[in-house]
T-cell receptor, first 115, second 112 residues
Framework: DSGVTQTPKHLITATGQRVTLRCSPR?????VYWYQQSLDQGLQFLIQ???????AKGNILERFSAQQFPDLHSELNLSSLELGDSALYFC??????????????FGPGTRLTVL | DQQVKQNSPSLSVQEGRISILNCDYT??????FLWYKKYPAEGPTFLIS?????DKNEDGRFTVFLNKSAKHLSLHIVPSQPGDSAVYFC???????????FGTGTRLQVFP
């Protein structure tokens, strides 16, 4: 158990809908990262928050947005969903702001299926 | 454009033997490399890392080798154990961006 929790575990929705994925980091970690893993793909970095502020941005679509709240939990909002958004979404956390050298601890992921 | 490539989707090794997982990258500016292991229904777990100023880093049964001229990274597991059966991802980063770029993973199966 990494100490990172993600809810829900599974989510099935229809095209055009909007969903929210939630992540609680490990106690004491200030950074939260979001990744997308599509079928047979590696993890694609989406976005990082550090202590409530956006720190780094990857290939995140404009239909997607995220935020980190004062209690450090984070939410990833996906809107106008398309079939291609079906994927595993992972959240990770780390103590510091450095995505490469600070060890990232991953949650178990949320599997999103868009029908 | 896949900047980090793991060309072998799967590898099967007998228990006790060496497992060698390979990773190639295209961007010579990458300065930090990592390996993660992933079991089914779990998130990836950090395994070992190496800075571009080194060519080898060892941690118990796991050793990572970096060949900068060939833009090649490998993970050696010796001896391999059934519990090592998992998907292994290599990742690279540019220091000034701190973003991790992952490969597509190699599924390792260690059989008795």
């Amino acid at each position: 158990d990494s100490g990172v929790t993600q809810t829900p575990k599974h989510l099935i929705t229809a095209t055009g809908q909007r969903v929210t994925l939630r992540c609680s980091p490990r106690s004491g970690d200030l950074s939260v990262y979001w990744y997308q893993q599509s079928l047979d793909q590696g993890l694609q970095f989406l976005i990082q928050y550090y202590n409530g502020e956006e720190r780094a941005k990857g290939n995140i679509l404009e239909r997607f947005s995220a935020q980190q709240f004062p209690d450090l939990h984070s939410e990833l909002n996906l809107s106008s969903l398309e079939l291609g958004d079906s994927a595993l979404y992972f959240c990770a956390s780390s103590v510091g702001p450095y995505g490469s050298t600070d060890t990232q601890y991953f949650g178990p992921g949320t599997r999103l299926t868009v029908l | 454009d896949q900047q980090v490539k793991q060309n072998s989707p799967s590898l099967s090794v007998q228990e006790g033997r060496i497992s060698i997982l390979n990773c190639d990258y295209t961007n010579s500016m990458f300065d930090y490399f990592l390996w993660y292991k992933k079991y089914p229904a779990e998130g990836p777990t950090f395994l070992i890392s190496i800075s571009s100023i080194k060519d080898k880093n060892e941690d118990g049964r796991f050793t990572v080798f970096l060949n900068k001229s060939a833009k090649h990274l490998s993970l050696h597991i010796v001896p391999s154990q059934p519990g090592d059966s998992a998907v292994y991802f290599c990742a690279a980063s540019l220091g000034n961006t701190d973003k991790l770029i992952f490969g597509t993973g190699t599924r390792l199966q260690v059989f008795p």
